[in-house]
T-cell receptor, first 114, second 114 residues
Framework: GAGVSQTPSNKVTEKGKYVELRCDPISGHTALYWYRQSLGQGPEFLIYFQGTGAADDSGLPNDRFFAVRPEGSVSTLKIQRTERGDSAVYLC????????????FGSGTRLTVV | AQTVTQSQPEMSVQEAETVTLSCTYDTSESDYYLFWYKQPPSRQMILVIRQEAYKQQNATENRFSVNFQKAAKSFSLKISDSQLGDAAMYFCAYRSINTDKLIFGTGTRLQVFP
């Protein structure tokens, strides 16, 4: 596609539920990144993929968070047993090559846990 | 660990005037990259300008320029001839040459008045 697409744009879920957030990167981009942006803060790194493999998942806050990219294109961020503190905007970015200057960000998914 | 600090939560400028946004960072590395990103209400992070630490010359992109002071670990953004469309959150970010993670500051909200 022309840009990085994230769905849904907004998601409201109840505490304890499971959610999946989807990122569709620019076609051909090998690197894909997830960031989390809490209210009033800058984005914080969660994980990045080089192809299908998670090259660095050091930013995932705990084992409730998991991400996959099975075919090296679309990625899904999965959050189990959601907590109110998980409420944030989840941003995805992609780039043609790892350590490329040109990250392209999507518009994010705003997750609200009630 | 590297940190990025933006000490101005909000700034305002009149249309056609010039404004400078401040950013300081802390690192023990000698080579790295610095970025300014713009985040409008659409939430998409848009790259404004980047600077390689090994380059002494300050980066410039049209109306946007930086004042990079490596010894002082300072990286300010100057916006000349401000336009209404410049109104947004601006984030300063750091990236080591050895990783793919961006480390963001907390942002500065820029208002532009006609």
């Amino acid at each position: 596609g022309a840009g990085v697409s994230q769905t849904p744009s907004n998601k409201v879920t109840e505490k304890g539920k499971y959610v999946e957030l989807r990122c569709d990167p620019i076609s051909g981009h090998t690197a894909l990144y997830w960031y989390r942006q809490s209210l009033g803060q800058g984005p914080e790194f969660l994980i990045y993929f080089q192809g299908t493999g998670a090259a660095d998942d050091s930013g995932l806050p705990n084992d409730r968070f998991f991400a996959v990219r099975p075919e090296g294109s679309v990625s899904t961020l999965k959050i189990q047993r959601t907590e109110r503190g998980d409420s944030a905007v989840y941003l995805c970015a992609s780039s043609l090559l790892v350590r490329d200057y040109g990250y392209t960000f999507g518009s994010g998914t705003r997750l609200t846990v009630v | 660990a590297q940190t990025v600090t933006q000490s101005q939560p909000e700034m305002s400028v009149q249309e056609a005037e010039t404004v400078t946004l401040s950013c300081t960072y802390d690192t023990s590395e000698s080579d790295y990259y610095l970025f300014w990103y713009k985040q409008p209400p659409s939430r998409q992070m848009i790259l404004v300008i980047r600077q390689e630490a090994y380059k002494q010359q300050n980066a410039t992109e049209n109306r946007f320029s930086v004042n990079f002071q490596k010894a002082a670990k300072s990286f300010s953004l100057k916006i000349s001839d401000s336009q209404l469309g410049d109104a947004a959150m601006y984030f300063c970010a750091y990236r080591s040459i050895n990783t793919d993670k961006l480390i963001f500051g907390t942002g500065t909200r820029l208002q532009v008045f006609p």
